[in-house]
């Protein structure tokens, strides 16, 4: 029988087109359907179009389907990619910078609770539990930890989130001048939370190579980086500072976090992630705008064009996602090892059982199955784990209340907020926001969130 | 078999007053030895002497003793009711609060966690493993969340930290117009974060009594409460607009507390707590100052003067404090509900069980035993509990592994911290401020805490 896959939010196109490609080089798959939904006609016909000529491209014997209503696209689906987001656009975040930035806040840390993007992935959750119980859903949109934890809590289906910010640990192996195909690793942990507790290089703790390097080699190393263009995130003096507080090196996007001292405004980013700031910068993510038009540019010339196949601009290898190779494990007993986010149920000691950790897991025919690892050092609990753990909880609580004042909270519990004033009028000026296209797919924030009973009005500042 | 009271710190003169004035007044403790520890010998002879002659004028049979050695005056204990702060001195703290507003703090609000007083309870809770392992540990002394927690954790002594931070229940009974004497309540949480889930008047829900109070008594009760000099933390602006926040009143020292946004700086704090902003502020401690004075002035004149006694200035009646009722009712199974600090183990859900809780409990010749109560609203454990929950983990942690820079994270996660470099500022000057007397008495602080291995100074400020 042939496996339906379904991609919601598919005219994320780079995402899709990878999807596609490793779908089409992933022979025990043939004849899978891939269903793409996405509210966007235009992108969904690229999308579609591309998908096509690639598949032909590469003799791969793929049905693909393409549908504006999610509900035809769930029917008889056995596996959903969820990449469908309503505010992870460029130009919206970009206008909503500018929004807060005339509050007084750096790069929109103003720490409102997020609401659409999780309401959306419940909204799609529940849709799930109706016509296709049995799919699963692998997320592939943020926020990855909350939205895990929250469609595994409020839903029967099967969830589990998926993140590659992991390789990082390939990217430390390089910097260091190891071989990362000879690497043997673990980074368990929260999504964008995840911490090097093994690290063997032929079987060799490759940790002590790290010491050297940051001793001898690390000064060098930013000033070339630096001539270059800009210092890679995960081997920046950030990444080194958390590195000497924790004593395991973070990966992936847990270097691009970390406490809100190495990012209140642009000088201080660029004393931490190098002469540049990094590509959380508005600098920086106007360079990623530009790419990923550019990027599109190209979708469309290969999806329509006469001149150029996919497979001359995009090439014919697999990439290092991991979305179709545990489809492969789950449907075709093709095991193999990845990293996974799921509900904790007792692999990662000291979380929660119903929360969502990011750890290794063994796919297979029988299911997505955690390793239990060794807990993380208390310190990395206690001061990195358990407070995003917590920002999770209010964040979620604050979803299934709709309770205003905890949206407020959550702007006053931003380090960038001053007063209770600049918080309260940040609030009014997010949720009035101007919506954007998706929006009108998700219940207008201004009815689901409403002020306690006899809400109290501060008193006005002096 | 006659009961031994040590009390530890006994030169906090107003403290120990009470408690021997509340020995005298309970007639079953009679026979009773209570023993004063202090390092402060003058202190310590002017309590002990204000003691005899107070037991003279109340005719009550108790035998007082005195010593310099804390392990003199643990043998044979069977209360050990500590009360030793090493930093809790007015002189130390104002200190201290010049010294941080230098640093661009308001009111001392670094966020260094606490060592002095938590090393002392430690080092006293292991004296008493050693020497009386049977007595109880009776934590009259803050932090009392954290110290009755590492006390309870760390050692096999019995332990319960005692505030009176419950009686705010009182005023707000009285300033709404009812009579305290014939509430029915119940405020559970941590200690200094506590919330009134049940608050009847003749067994009536006392609540709709406070809401109407809100709506048309409130504001001319500030008006005149100004006037008068100052309005009652209890029921401050900001204790209301908890109460909004939350659903139920925050009692006694938690109004006190309470978000960052309250507490900025005078202006902010005259906003929330009204004109004076309240005792939390340089000159409201002044006066505290003047008044503490004045009161051990009076007490050495009851100590040693001929004309007054001790009955003259302090009366014959019993405190409200709970430590003596506690012991009588342990001693002689007079049995009584009282509110108490104890490790959880189940009382209170969604808090661990090895974490101190304050609750009302039970006391008889059988024990401590906390009534089981229902869970806090959801809002307040994320909101409140929590928070604090996590930041008396990482105190206790510093303390325990002895890692500086889990003190300069301390200070990070103060939202009066702007930037790195103030923190590591601060935190070098907190390491070197002036050490007062009881600190000789205590492992040296940076004796105590050392930098993590190969601690990587921060590059210059921009």
């Given at each position: 029988m042939s496996t339906k896959v379904t991609i919601i939010g598919a005219g994320s196109v780079v995402f899709s087109l990878g999807l596609v490609k490793d779908l089409c080089l992933t022979r025990s798959l043939k004849g899978s359907k891939v269903c793409f939904m996405d509210i966007d006609e235009e992108r969904l016909d690229v999308v579609y179009r591309l998908a096509?000529?690639?598949?032909?491209?590469?003799?791969?014997?793929?049905?693909?389907e393409r549908t504006l209503e999610r509900a035809a696209a769930l029917r008889e689906a056995d596996f959903v990619i969820n990449t469908a987001t309503a505010t992870h656009n460029e130009h919206f975040m970009k206008h909503r910078r500018e929004l807060t930035a005339r509050h007084g806040y750096f790069y929109a840390g103003t720490g409102m609770p997020e609401y659409h993007n999780l309401q959306l992935m419940l909204d799609v959750a529940r849709d799930m539990e109706r016509i296709c119980p049995d799919a699963w859903m692998l997320l592939a949109g943020n926020p990855v930890f909350d939205g895990t934890t929250l469609m595994g809590r409020q839903t029967g289906i099967k969830v589990c989130g998926l993140c590659h910010g992991h390789y990082g640990y390939r990217e430390i192996a390089r910097t260091i001048g190891l071989d990362p195909d000879r690497v043997t690793w673990q980074a368990p942990g929260l999504n964008h939370n995840i911490w090097l507790t093994h690290f063997y290089h032929d079987g060799q703790d490759a940790y002590p190579r790290l010491e050297s390097w940051i001793e001898k080699e690390s000064a060098a190393y930013w000033r070339a980086k630096e001539e270059e263009g800009g210092v890679p995130t995960q081997m920046s003096l950030a990444a080194i500072h958390q590195y000497r507080m924790y004593g395991l090196m973070p990966v992936g996007d847990t270097p691009r976090g970390g406490g809100w001292w190495y990012h209140t405004d642009l000088e201080t980013r660029q004393r931490w992630y190098g002469g540049s700031g990094g590509g959380d910068t508005p600098a920086g993510r106007d360079r990623i705008i530009k790419r990923k038009e550019e990027k599109f540019r190209q979708m469309k010339?290969?999806?329509?064009?006469?001149?150029?196949?996919?497979?001359?601009?995009?090439?014919?290898?697999?990439?290092?996602?991991?979305?179709?190779?545990?489809?492969?494990?789950?449907?075709?007993?093709?095991?193999?090892?990845?990293?996974?986010?799921?509900?904790?149920?007792?692999?990662?000691a000291g979380i929660p059982d119903d929360v969502a950790v990011e750890l290794p897991a063994l796919v297979n025919r029988k299911g997505i199955q955690p390793l239990c690892v060794e807990p993380l050092p208390r310190k990395i609990l206690l001061e990195c784990i358990y407070p995003d753990w917590l920002q999770m909880e209010r964040t979620l609580e604050a979803l299934l209340s709709g309770d205003l004042s905890m949206m407020l909270y959550g702007i006053l519990d931003s380090h960038q907020t001053r007063s209770y004033g600049q918080a309260t009028a940040m609030l009014e000026a997010l949720l009035h926001i101007e919506p954007n296209e998706p929006m009108a797919y998700i219940e207008d924030i201004e009815d689901h969130y409403r002020w306690p009973e006899n809400w109290l009005e501060a008193p006005p500042e002096p």
């Open positions: 096509g000529r690639y598949a032909e491209d590469l003799g791969a014997d793929l049905q693909f010339e290969a999806a329509y064009g006469t001149r150029i196949r996919p497979v001359d601009l995009f090439g014919d290898g697999k990439t290092t996602e991991q979305h179709i190779p545990i489809i492969d494990g789950l449907v075709n007993d093709h095991e193999g090892q990845f990293q996974v986010n799921v509900l904790n149920r007792g692999a990662l």
